[in-house]
């Protein structure tokens, strides 16, 4: 797992937090078939500003080598909705930027299983993650505001 603070500069964090707080949304990410739809989603086109920007970050900062992006979303979470665990694929690398402000007592932290044992990143703003896709993770939601995290996808 790999944790970056301060991952943009103030004038790109103010972008992306434009850009997810203008966006539309639409119902539901269904992680697993058998889960229902939770959240809403945000669908970052190929051709977008945000996602060449994004693909190119990540590649400047050495986080992924030979790796195709495939895929990048933005998700929104209600307060005190409560998402399922689920992996992202057998292989590849997954994102997660958080642009929210929040303090500990908020929630909001992506919760891993690793090791028969829950552990939890909190969601700081201007903060990314990246882990192995098949590591079982969740999002979980604020108490009392919507969470937003831009999903970026490699394999």
Same mark, same amino acid.
């Given at each position: ?36 739809? &939770? ?10 500003? $945000? ?6 970050? $990540? ?34 690398? &997954? ?14 932290? &992506? ?37 937003? &995290?831009?999903? $970026?996808?490699?394999?």
């Amino acid at each position: 797992m790999i944790i970056i603070d301060d991952f943009l500069d103030k004038k790109d964090l103010q972008y992306v937090i434009d850009y997810c707080l203008k966006s539309s949304y639409t119902y539901g990410e269904r992680d697993l078939k058998t889960h229902p739809p &939770t959240g809403m989603v945000h669908e970052i086109k190929r051709f977008e500003y $945000i996602y060449k920007f994004f693909e190119s970050k $990540i590649r400047d900062s050495n986080l992924v080598k030979e790796m195709d992006l495939y895929r990048m979303y933005v998700n929104c979470f209600a307060p005190s909705e409560n998402p399922y665990f689920h992996i992202d694929g057998d292989d590849g690398l &997954t994102f997660l930027y958080y642009i929210d402000e929040c303090k500990l007592d908020d929630g909001g932290e &992506t919760q891993f299983l690793i090791d028969d044992e829950i552990k939890g990143v909190l969601p700081k703003q201007n903060r990314i993650v990246g882990f192995d896709a098949n590591i079982c993770h969740k999002a979980t939601s604020f108490r009392d505001k919507h969470r937003f &995290t831009v999903a $970026i996808k490699f394999k």
